[in-house]
């Protein structure tokens, strides 16, 4: 045998020996990945195959649930103010309930937690956006402030480069992010969604603004605000009556409060100027109400 062919052979030996470790090797397991997404569900307040149904009014709300083709038969369900329920769900499944006196449907999908609230006009009606945790207060839907609207607010509040804006709820960040981009302001954004703060993470790195603003995963009615010197809400009524006592003991006399669309219940004789109103590139029209501390 020739040198060439002994090399040849050595090499064709080797092939076959590594193709047959590769063949009996165990191939990845497509399940690995699955315990790392069900705890980052679960920390998230919902499971993978569950849907959570929050109620956030202060009456009991009936309701059916179940599939597209079957809902009608399915059996009425009472969910009591402040309680969440949770359904096993693999797929869609359709929720049926009572809006301004009639019955409505909607689809819900596995993994997402929902909320009974009520509308602008007093009526129960069900939105996405609720954290769907037991042990956290459920303060609002996310649901981002336009562009314009921000825009007026820190002018409302007549944020600068001396101010330190928290953002209650901050959904994507662009309060904080608007503040510290147009002028140079330090700014905290609080919400308990994991999602969100990466959102506001990334964003705040793509505006360039990361050395000014900080985002914190944290339940907003345990969070202390002392430092702020403009807090900035889009929360619902109820809610902001609820943290208005915690407002009164933790913000420093001075501190301008701004809120998008509701009013802070009990403070009308701390509202400093007349509720300004901003149109959005929809033609919606959107409040903006401001105390001060």
């Known amino acids: 045998m020739t040198r060439k062919s002994a090399v040849l052979l050595i090499i064709v030996v080797l092939t076959v020996a590594v193709g047959a470790v590769l063949l009996l090797s165990p191939k990845p397991d497509d399940t690995a990945v699955v315990p790392a997404a069900a705890t980052r569900a679960q920390a998230e307040g919902v499971k993978p195959k569950e ?48 809006r301004h006196n009639t019955e409505v449907n909607y689809s819900l999908f596995p993994g997402k937690a929902y909320s009974f609230r009520y509308d602008s006009y007093g009526q129960v009606d069900i939105w996405v956006g609720a954290h769907g945790r037991e042990d956290a207060e459920d303060l609002a839907p996310y649901v981002p402030t336009p562009e314009i609207v921000v825009s007026r607010m820190l002018e409302m509040a007549e944020v600068g480069k001396d101010s330190v804006v928290y953002d209650i709820g901050c959904g994507d960040g662009r309060i904080v992010i608007a503040a510290a981009q147009k002028y140079g302001a330090r700014g905290v954004g609080i919400d308990i969604d994991p999602q969100r703060i990466r959102e506001c993470k990334a964003n705040a790195k793509a505006a360039g603004v990361e050395a000014l603003v900080t985002f914190r995963q944290a339940d907003a009615t345990k969070v202390d605000v002392s430092e702020a010197t403009v807090l900035a809400l889009y929360l619902l009524p109820e809610s902001n009556e609820m943290l208005r006592p915690k407002f009164e003991r933790e913000l420093k006399p001075g501190v301008l409060i701004v809120s998008h669309n509701y009013i802070v219940p009990g403070w009308e004789e701390k509202e400093i100027k007349p509720a300004g109103t901003v149109t959005d590139s929809d033609g919606k029209e959107h409040s903006i109400y401001l105390y001060k501390r």
Do not use: C, F, H, W
């Not at 109620?55 to 309701?63: I, L």
């Open 51 to 98: 849907i959570s149904i929050r109620n956030v009014t202060k009456d009991p709300v009936k309701y059916k649930i179940g599939p597209a083709a079957s809902v009608d038969k399915a059996p009425e369900r009472t969910l009591a103010s402040g309680v969440i329920d949770r359904i096993p769900a693999a797929d869609t499944l359709v929720i049926s309930y009572m």
